[in-house]
């Protein structure tokens, strides 16, 4: 299991994440509103931003990354991931079920 961060523009994590799991390339997804902070061009930005946190298999991070590299064309997204070590075994139990190949859309 991984922990799927992604950073995207406030008031888009909805609409993302319900393209996510439609897909079935997740179990579940948490939003979080977040500040950032970050430089572009020598100068310190200020964003309002949605964080989601992703929970979903390590085999499915390509499937994730690449529908977002879809909705958002040419930007450069932030997403990354995190192995999960240790878990609660019916929610990965849960997560293989709601998450195997026979459920995925487009796979």
């Known amino acids: 299991m991984i922990i799927v ?3 995207v523009k406030s008031g888009d994590g909805i609409n993302n994440s319900k ?3 439609e897909r079935k390339y997740a179990m579940s997804i948490d939003i979080k509103k977040v500040e950032t902070l970050y430089l572009e ?3 310190i930005k200020e ?3 949605e964080m989601l946190l992703i929970k979903t298999r ?3 991070f390509d499937k994730i990354e690449e529908l977002i590299k879809e909705i958002y064309k040419n930007n450069i997204i932030e997403i990354y991931s995190i192995n ?3 878990a609660n075994k019916d929610f990965l139990d849960l997560l293989e ?3 195997s190949i026979k459920k995925i859309k487009n796979a």
């Open 5 to 7: 961060f992604l950073s």
């Open 19 to 21: 393209r996510i799991l």
């Open 41 to 43: 061009n020598d100068n």
């Open 47 to 49: 964003e309002d931003r």
């Open 58 to 60: 390590e085999e499915l």
């Open 84 to 86: 999960v070590e240790d």
């Open 97 to 99: 079920k709601e998450t």
